[in-house]
């Protein structure tokens, strides 16, 4: 019998065996979130995405808003292909959303950013989705109990409603909007056991079995 994997006869055997159809690799996903149209800073992270080589890219919404390259930063999205949700910025430019929810400043953004896309770019914004759900995992700009609702995850009790929604989160929601890096554990049988960490998670006997929101996680 010759060396294992190499025959050719009933006697060989495969050095390698085949992949069962339920197994998943482990997947690496980048998240990228509120780019408001910070052209430097997207190519600084992209260029960081690409020496990870990560699996996949996702953005979770305000490609636009408040910076000075929105056509620019739309349009590597598009190219590059990277599922994108609609975020706030993203909508009031399209006017899919009041401006009256934002301050002085921030309107004027918006109206420079509408003159200075393209009919393309303007399309896409328009066509982007509020969250994308998946078998393990959901996507969201803001409160997953509303997308379209832009509301904010930062403070304990606005986690906390989410226990009415428990049975329909996914194991782990990655939110953006609030530009800052927290994760808030919801407990199983709707204790109201939420805790929060700074960029890492830890698995404690506490919240084991949790479903977890992430809010504005890097990889
Ligand atoms: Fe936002």
Request: hydrophobic share 40%; glycine share 8%.
């Amino acid at each position: 019998m010759g060396p294992r994997g190499t025959g050719t006869g009933p006697e060989s055997v495969p050095l390698v065996a085949p992949t069962p159809l339920w197994y998943r690799a482990p997947m690496r996903v980048a998240i990228l979130s509120d780019i408001h149209a910070n052209l430097e800073a997207l190519e600084a992270v992209l260029r960081e995405v690409d020496r990870a080589e990560v699996d996949r890219v996702v953005c979770l919404g305000d490609v636009v808003g408040y910076g000075a390259s929105p056509e620019e930063c739309c349009r590597i999205l598009m190219d590059r292909e990277i599922p994108t949700l609609l975020g706030n910025h993203d909508a009031a430019v399209t006017g899919a959303m009041d401006e009256g929810y934002y301050y002085e400043g921030a309107r004027r953004a918006l109206q420079w950013t509408r003159e200075h896309l393209s009919p393309a770019t303007y399309q896409w914004l328009y066509s982007l989705p509020f969250c994308m759900l998946e078998q393990d995992v959901g996507f969201f700009h803001s409160a997953p109990i509303l997308p379209s609702g832009f509301f904010y995850v930062v403070q304990v009790p606005e986690a906390q409603t989410h226990l009415q929604v428990l049975d329909r989160l996914k194991p782990v929601s990655f939110i953006g909007h609030s530009h800052l890096t927290l994760a808030f554990a919801l407990g199983p049988k709707k204790v109201p056991l939420i805790v929060l960490f700074d960029t890492t998670h830890g698995t404690s006997s506490e919240t084991r079995g949790a479903k977890w929101l992430r809010i504005r996680c890097s990889m």
